[in-house]
């Protein structure tokens, strides 16, 4: 059984940063195409960026780019979401998901139910 514990969320200024990790057991995140989403209140979940299986290839929402960059640490089975000049509008609850493969693919995805396995979500909260 695979699993994703998210963490890192908290509360931070505009123009703040943050990195939310995700670490997952149960496959090795080599074999996973990942992703994070996000869900405000009142709003559908969203995607946010994915990143490949083989680490090749990066999809990002138009919202984050220039600004959220996804890495993985492989001796640390974690993926990496870090956030920089937050805004009041990138306040939601992040949530990591994997979509576990066999294949060395370059695809990323980007829709919700392309992936098997989420986390518990965490909250970031960024103050105007």
């Known amino acids: 059984q695979v699993q994703l514990v998210e963490s890192g969320g908290g509360l931070v200024q505009a123009g703040g940063s943050l990195r939310l990790s995700c670490a997952v057991s149960?496959?090795?995140?080599?074999?996973?195409?990942m992703g994070w989403f996000r869900q405000a209140p009142g709003k559908e979940r969203e995607f946010v960026i994915a990143?490949?299986?083989?680490?090749?290839?990066?999809g990002y929402a138009d919202f984050v780019k220039g600004r959220f960059t996804i890495s993985r640490d492989h001796a640390k089975n974690t993926v990496y979401l870090q956030m920089n000049s937050l805004k009041p509008e990138d306040t939601a609850v992040y949530y990591c998901?994997?979509?576990?493969?066999?294949?060395?693919?370059?695809?990323?995805?980007?829709?919700?139910?392309?992936?098997?396995?989420w986390g518990q979500g965490t909250q970031v909260t960024v103050s105007s």
């Open positions: 998901a994997a979509k576990p493969g066999f294949t060395n693919s370059a695809n990323y995805y980007t829709a919700h139910y392309d992936y098997d396995y």
């Open positions: 149960g496959r090795t995140i080599s074999g996973c195409a």
């Open positions: 990143l490949s299986r083989n680490g090749d290839s990066t």
